[in-house]
């Protein structure tokens, strides 16, 4: 081999050899380094915590809407935030969980993908003695330990189409209905459809279900099987969906087959939904939307935060923290409204 | 001197070292023993899944199925491995049995691209775009987009322990680099990148090769999604639908071209960390998914620039 040329090949060694020393000099400097994001508040001797907020996903105003009361929350206590999206990505919110540990924080306010996936997430947090408390979502059963606020879906579903129900029952005719289901890998999905489907038991001889669209938490989904739906069965009158995000796709489908009515117009079909976001909101005002389940989204977020502090402070905490939630229909609207958060952002 | 720095093959670790250095005073807890094994762990199968990609960029081609690969063998793989009603469950083989499925599904999605491209001499791009949409329905099909979860411990260390999924990458890399770099297969590959028809022509069996190039990204992806699921400690139908970026990012920022013909196993190594430093670094910093997203878009780019540039440069 020419010399030249075997010093060519020779002379990467040494960069690498620098580089790997580099690397191993940087990591041993940066061992011990992991000192937690606590600072101590300027002349104060008080410690300002950090918390870290992971959501898997802002893709509804539901989502936003308890991102920013979160956020709020913590703020009004002097807290510092740290914030990850995983864009609906487990993996991605693995990563961002073990981030936050890597920093220390003080504690971790997560909305999970599903009830699963975040199982080995809370595990991480465990491990680092750091609490976590699931905005939402609860966690599948398992050896990790984490607390939950979430809405009561099913009671909450179930007082809305009882609603509903009553009204089909004023019009005096028998009903044809389609639901609108979520993501059934999704726990509160799941309470949803149960919600609906305990409302109707027992109302068979007024409400015959026609129709169960899978939408997995996806308007394009949604649309295509509220148009198939309403195409195999024109005659249906009594629409309930999961999640009042998922209504522009609804109500498209609906303009469509010409069966967008404002209550009281012949032809109206009986709406419900799940959340109270501003579209509902707006569908209320107009009168097109029948009722909404409501999730109290303050209550939500003072209850997360409020957790997190009981955890770190040692005191003892339910597993799940329920939030009651409330209908609102057309009859106590104006009362309702000011808790309504899809009508605060509307503002 | 900035020309043999840019014409070096080490510019990109050269980069990843100089960015750890210049942000670990900065962010917290970068520099960590705990945050290190981290990069480390997101890295593992992300550069297994790149390794593969690698082949085939080579080769001239290119996978976008791996993503939808991915998926598929997670919840294939499960469906055999889980405690709740699998196929294997509660049998001592549910653990290999699911790993053999998962690359059997690799292996099949692979096999498929690489005889639509050979036989039917379909653009790679369209073939793989297709399979990636079909597998990836496929999978949340067979799954009613369920997750599943139940998977046993023996399966879920090769994903969730770092110190267990380092030394099988390890191993698999040095494979990978080798039959590239050392083997006659490895020569054909790069011919074929180069000029197809040349290749042809002098006698190299091009179809087969670009069939091995296919499978072997299969694999890959199958290996890949073994270490996602393990991680996760559950089968997802969407798993791995977000990392294309990542993925084909990593490859060319490690300096394998598009165009075929040029890249080694080591520049994707050198890739997959620079972009695992980028990630981890900027999800330190606070800064949101859509920020790092902009970031990394940023950084492929000048990677791409960069390449142009030295290809102008070596032409000269």
Redesign the interface.
């Known amino acids: 081999m020419p010399h030249a040329q075997f010093m060519k090949r020779l002379l990467p060694i040494p960069i690498s050899i620098t580089l790997a020393s580099l690397f191993v000099a940087m990591w041993t400097a940066g061992c011990g380094s992991n000192s937690p994001t606590t600072q101590e508040a300027s002349g104060q001797g008080e410690k300002q915590l950090t918390v870290g907020v992971a959501f898997e996903t802002l893709q509804t105003e539901y989502w936003v809407a308890g991102f920013e009361a979160i956020k709020e929350q913590l703020a009004k206590r002097n807290i510092k935030v740290l914030e990850a999206i995983a864009n609906s990505d487990s993996n991605r919110q693995f990563e961002q969980i073990q981030t936050f540990v890597t920093r220390g924080v003080d504690g971790i306010i997560m909305v999970p993908k599903d009830a699963k996936t975040c199982i080995p997430s809370i595990r991480a947090a465990n491990s680092a003695g750091i609490p976590i408390v699931l905005f939402n979502r609860p966690a599948g059963e398992s050896d990790a330990k984490s607390v939950a606020v979430q809405a009561d879906n099913f009671k909450l579903s179930k007082e809305t189409v009882a609603f509903m129900i009553e009204q089909a029952r004023k019009t005096g005719t028998k009903h044809k209905a389609m639901v609108i289901m979520g993501d059934l890998g999704d726990i509160n999905a799941i309470g949803r459809r149960d919600g609906f489907d305990a409302a109707v038991k027992g109302n068979e001889d007024l409400i015959e279900v026609v129709s169960r669209v899978p939408s997995e938490w996806n308007q394009e989904k949604a649309q295509a099987g509220v148009v198939n739906a309403l195409q195999a069965h024109p005659d249906i009158s009594f629409i309930f969906t999961s999640s009042d995000f998922l209504f522009p796709s609804i109500v498209s489908a609906m303009k469509t087959a010409g069966k967008y009515k404002k209550i009281g117009e012949p032809g109206h079909v009986i709406l419900g939904g799940f959340d109270g976001d501003a579209t509902a909101y707006q569908m209320m005002k107009d009168g097109y939307l029948d009722a909404t389940g409501v999730q109290d989204v303050y209550f939500e977020a003072e209850a997360t935060v409020q957790a997190l502090l009981d955890l770190r402070g040692g005191k003892d905490v339910p597993t799940l923290i329920q939030d009651p939630g409330f209908v609102i229909h057309q009859g106590n609207m104006d009362e309702m409204t000011p808790k309504m958060w899809g009508a605060n952002i509307r503002k | 001197m900035v020309k043999r720095l840019i014409q070096?093959?080490?510019l990109v670790?050269?980069l990843s070292?100089v960015y750890?250095?210049a942000l670990?005073p900065f962010t917290?807890?970068?520099?960590?023993?705990?945050?290190?094994a981290?990069i480390l762990?997101?890295m593992l199968p992300l550069l297994v899944v790149a390794m593969g990609q690698t082949f085939v960029l080579i080769a001239g081609g290119i996978d976008l199925s791996v993503t939808s690969t991915i998926a598929l063998a997670s919840v294939v793989g499960a469906s055999v491995a889980t405690g709740d009603q699998g196929i294997l469950s509660g049998n001592s083989l549910a653990t290999p049995g699911g790993i053999l499925a998962m690359l059997l599904v690799g292996a099949t999605v692979g096999s498929f691209n690489g005889a639509a491209i050979t036989r039917f001499r379909m653009p790679p791009f369209i073939v793989t775009l297709t399979t990636m949409i079909f597998v990836s329905g496929f999978a949340?099909w067979l799954t009613?987009?369920?997750?599943i979860?139940n998977l046993p411990t023996t399966f879920t260390i090769l994903g969730?322990n770092v110190w267990v999924a380092l030394p099988l990458v390890a191993v698999a890399t040095l494979v990978m680099h080798f039959a590239l770099s050392r083997t006659l297969l490895g020569h054909w590959i790069y011919a074929i990148g180069h000029n197809k028809n040349a290749a042809e022509i002098s006698g190299v069996p091009v179809r087969r090769v670009l069939l091995f190039t296919y499978i072997a990204s299969g694999l890959c992806a199958a290996a890949a999604s073994i270490l996602?699921t393990g991680?996760?400690?559950?089968a997802?139908p969407?798993?791995?639908?977000?990392i294309l970026l990542d993925l084909i990012g990593a490859t060319v920022i490690g300096g394998t071209s598009l165009y075929g013909g040029k890249g080694k196993i080591l520049w994707t190594v050198y890739g997959v960390l620079f972009l695992a430093l980028i990630?981890?670094s900027l999800?330190?910093l606070?800064l949101?998914?859509?920020t790092i997203m902009m970031a990394k878009g940023a950084v492929i780019v000048m990677a791409a620039t960069i390449d142009s540039v030295r290809n102008k440069l070596l032409n000269s």
């Open positions: 070096s093959e080490y670790l050269l070292a750890f250095a670990a917290p807890g970068f520099a960590s023993t705990g945050n290190l981290n762990s997101s949340v009613q987009s369920k997750s979860f969730s996602y991680r996760l400690e559950s997802s969407v798993m791995g639908r977000n990630d981890n999800n330190l606070n949101s998914y859509f």
